[in-house]
């Protein structure tokens, strides 16, 4: 029993450890597709172009690794018994943070596919640095545990 429940862990942190991965790939790569869309004319072959390639990167990438995320994250919380520990919950919500900004990246494509962007080119950089932040800070509560 114990070795399943070993092997059964396993499995839930290496497939929520690659999720992660996907998602913070395309949360990285997402905003600074956005910097690219900014210089380019609204209805151009090229702003046409960055629209399929952001509509395919979140739809196809983005989300169902953040879903994955969560499932495997929280099966993992669920195994491990973590409620009740004081990194967890500040784990918890940097997480519902990076789920956040996820659905700012969301509402950016949707105003971008129907060329309505009223932000800049540098505001989608400093954009560009909130999923590394997060990511950063979750890394190191999980790893240090500091509380």
């Known amino acids: 029993m114990i ?3 070993s092997s059964s862990y396993r499995w839930f942190l290496v497939l929520h450890i690659i999720s ?6 395309g949360m990285f790569y ?4 956005f910097v690219y869309h900014c210089q380019v004319q609204a209805g151009s072959e090229t702003s046409e172009l960055f629209k399929v390639m ?5 739809r196809y990438i983005i989300n169902p690794a953040m879903i994955a995320s969560w499932l495997f994250g929280l099966g993992l919380a669920f195994g491990m018994d973590h409620w009740s520990e004081g990194w967890f919950h500040a784990k918890f919500a940097l997480v519902l943070l990076m789920s956040g900004f996820h659905g700012f990246l969301s509402r950016w494509r949707r105003q971008f ?3 309505e962007n009223s932000h800049t080119e540098g505001f989608y950089r400093k954009m560009n640095e909130v999923p590394t932040v997060l990511m950063i800070l979750i890394v190191f509560l999980v790893i240090f545990r500091p509380f």
């Open 20 to 25: 992660v991965i996907s998602w913070m790939a």
């Open 54 to 58: 952001e509509r395919k990167l979140l």
């Open 30 to 33: 997402l905003p600074r597709i």
């Open 113 to 115: 596919e129907r060329d």
């Open 3 to 5: 070795e399943l429940l």
